[in-house]
């Protein structure tokens, strides 16, 4: 029996949709090749491409550090901006032993307001920056809650808008006048993928790293026209002091090899998870697990379980 005009209509719109769908999954497969496997092979020569120093502001620790280091292997002078003097020098002397480049330090506590920013301002204002990596940033302590019962929550609620959201305001108004100028230059801003989507328990961190994220991909936008390169990063877990030092692992990335995979990205992509495995739960949790489900009572049950088992594993409770 031979189909109608309206089930054959029907059964093409299917068709275009299911095309549209498969090409869709292929593109986005081809671009994470592109981004996190061709960019081993083919970097961006950074230094060639922006050139003078990189500035990396919560320098002294995990992800700061280990971008400061990378960018140091890659040809950079470095300014170390971080609240501990003593760490500071320590990171700076690693630096100038391994890479053989020179380092400037300044010492800034980010939880400060907008009365610290003229000291960095001044420190600053005689050097040639090519790159500025907003990094330094903080969250609850001593451990995720909800909003209302963070310890200290008035001094809390400062200190983590101040270190996360006007640092990077204010380190970014700082640099991109010159920037601008010379028609050149690249703005790293570490946000997360707490950012991405609502995290509960760690709620006002998640909201100033979708603010990072939200500013940096307008800012691209933005300045893209003058040369400017502005990258929003979202990672998950890195082993870090701020996630306990957790062990690395095939979603788990050590400091070191996330920041070295992020920077591979540069000139591939203007938001990024970072590297490839990030990318991939990224992927996972975007298309196959709904806001819905994954805030729902049973999975935050399960969640919750599961990582205090991790947690109890590790010996890091």
């Known amino acids: ?61 995990g992800i700061g550090k280990a971008y400061a280091k990378e960018l140091a292997r890659r040809g950079f002078d470095v300014v170390l901006i971080s609240r501990n003097e003593e760490k500071l020098q320590k990171v700076a002397q690693e630096i100038e032993k391994e890479s053989r480049r020179k380092t400037k330090i300044i010492e800034v506590d980010f939880t400060g307001g907008p009365e610290i920013y003229p000291k960095v301002e001044k420190a600053l204002k005689d050097l040639y920056i090519g790159i500025l990596v907003n990094n330094v940033g903080m969250t609850y302590r001593p451990a995720a809650c909800i909003f209302s019962e963070v310890t200290g929550i008035n001094k809390r609620i400062s200190d983590i808008m101040n270190c996360n959201v006007l640092s990077m305001l204010h380190m970014t108004r700082i640099v991109l006048p010159r920037m601008v100028e010379r028609k050149k230059g690249l703005i790293i801003n570490l946000s997360s993928a707490t950012g991405a989507r609502p995290y509960p328990a760690i709620t006002l961190y998640g909201a100033t790293k979708a603010f990072i994220d939200f500013f940096s991909r307008s800012l691209h936008y933005e300045y893209r026209s003058n040369g400017i390169t502005v990258q929003s990063v979202l990672p998950h877990f890195v082993s870090t002091n701020m996630t306990r030092n957790i062990s690395a692992s095939i979603l788990v990335k050590t400091s070191d090899d996330f920041a070295r995979e992020a920077l591979n990205t540069v000139g591939y992509s203007h938001r990024t998870n970072g590297c490839l495995s990030h990318c991939f739960q990224s992927y996972i949790l975007d298309h196959m697990l709904t806001e819905t489900f994954m805030n729902s009572r049973i999975c935050m049950f399960f969640a919750g379980r599961a990582m205090t088992l991790i947690l109890k594993i590790l010996k890091i409770t």
């Open 1 to 61: 029996m031979e189909e109608s005009p309206f089930y054959q209509r029907l059964h093409l719109l299917g068709l275009l949709a299911l095309s549209y769908l498969v090409l869709k999954q292929v593109w986005t497969l081809l671009i994470g090749i592109k981004n996190h496997i061709l960019s081993r092979w083919w970097k961006t020569n950074l230094k060639k491409k922006y050139g003078g120093w990189a500035v990396v502001t919560g320098a002294t620790d």
